[in-house]
């Protein structure tokens, strides 16, 4: 299965999958999969609000 890089976390049939370089991983450890949410919140910029930013930024 080709697991797309994202910011999301991707499952299929309720199997966790991450992206490791160019390998697809199954995740079965709560410790990882919550190291993954973590580490996945802060990959692309446009889900992250910058309040003093104006259009002229």
Do not use: C, L
Not at 27 to 45: D, E, G, H
Request: hydrophobic share 40%; glycine share 0%; proline share 5%.
């Amino acid at each position: 299965m080709h697991i797309p890089p994202s910011a999301e976390v991707h499952s299929y049939k309720k199997v966790i999958y991450d992206r490791v370089d160019d390998a697809d991983v199954k995740v079965t450890a709560t410790s990882q999969i919550a190291a993954m949410y973590i580490r996945k919140q802060n990959i692309f910029t446009e889900k992250k609000i910058y309040p003093f930013a104006t259009m002229e930024d």
